[in-house]
């Protein structure tokens, strides 16, 4: 299933593969597409909503509601 969320703080390289890696790490098969510009991380993933989230959380983003 694929989700989208809108993330804030992302700037850089970094921050796409700290997001990247942290969905992956969870969801191996997991494919993560993050558009700086617009914010927003798509992760076609095996993970919830809830569960993609917690995870850019915890990485140190906001993502909104």
Partial sequence: MT???QVAGMTCG???RAVTLAIQ???PAAKVEVDLEAGRVRA???LSRDEI???VTAEGYSVAA
């Fill in 44 to 46: 076609d993933s095996r």
């Fill in 53 to 55: 989230a917690a995870l």
């Fill in 25 to 27: 790490k969870r969801d």
């Fill in 14 to 16: 970094h921050c796409v």
């Fill in 3 to 5: 989700e989208e969320l």
